[in-house]
């Protein structure tokens, strides 16, 4: 059986000192790397936000406060800080991650109008971002997931997998919640339990 591990967004605007840093965030990074070291991995992929200037889940893009949410083209937006924008050492990976065996990287919310928490699609479910062609393609039927932030980007990827029909597994010491509320990465990891994804460590 074909594996791959899938890096969720371990990019500078998320880990400690970034516009929007997930508490802990720079804990995971070494164990990220360990698993890159101790396990054979058919493919490796990184997912990247990358944010267009003036991106519509940015508070200060809809004259809101960082925390309230809007509705946005359908769906509820929660209001982020600007974060992971195009070009910027905020999008960036962090300096410690290593890549040596990286294969592949899906950059996600793009497009101005919508938010892409999921490494495999935008939140209206509108357009793919190409990683589930690309898994397909290389035979993966299993996909071991880390990375940032377990109760958003983390979360959706994870409910994706087991959604496009892979064994899906969460490495729990390998991702932190943002916790905006504080039961939000318990409730994250219920939420994916429940949905089929098996959650290691």
């Known amino acids: 059986m074909k594996k791959a591990l899938i890096i969720v967004d371990v990019q500078n605007d998320f880990?400690?000192?970034?516009?929007?840093?997930?508490?802990?965030?720079?804990?995971?990074?070494?164990?990220?790397?360990?698993?890159?070291?101790?396990?054979?991995?058919?493919?490796?992929?990184?997912?990247?936000?990358?944010?267009?200037?003036?991106?519509?889940?940015?508070?200060?893009?809809?004259?809101?406060?960082?925390?309230?949410?809007?509705?946005?083209?359908?769906?509820?937006?929660?209001?982020?800080?600007?974060?992971?924008?195009?070009?910027?050492?905020?999008?960036?990976?962090?300096?410690?991650?290593?890549r040596d065996k990286v294969t592949h990287v899906i950059q996600k919310g793009k497009n101005l109008e919508i938010d892409s928490y999921s490494g495999f699609q935008d939140n209206n479910h509108f357009m793919k971002t190409g990683l589930d062609d690309f898994l397909k393609y290389h035979d993966i039927q299993l996909v071991e997931i880390a990375g940032l932030a377990m109760d958003y980007c983390v979360k959706f990827t994870a409910q994706d997998a087991v959604s496009n029909g892979y064994i899906t597994c969460l490495h729990f010491n390998g991702t932190r919640a943002v916790n905006v509320k504080p039961d939000n990465g318990r409730d994250a990891i219920y939420e994916m339990i429940e949905k089929g994804v098996t959650v290691l460590g």
């Open 15 to 98: 880990c400690e000192g970034g516009a929007l840093a997930v508490p802990g965030s720079n804990e995971i990074i070494p164990y990220i790397n360990l698993l890159m070291e101790e396990n054979e991995y058919d493919q490796i992929v990184l997912t990247q936000d990358w944010h267009p200037v003036g991106h519509k889940s940015f508070a200060s893009s809809n004259g809101r406060n960082v925390g309230e949410s809007i509705i946005l083209n359908g769906v509820p937006q929660f209001m982020w800080p600007d974060h992971c924008i195009q070009g910027t050492f905020g999008a960036e990976f962090h300096k410690d991650l290593n």
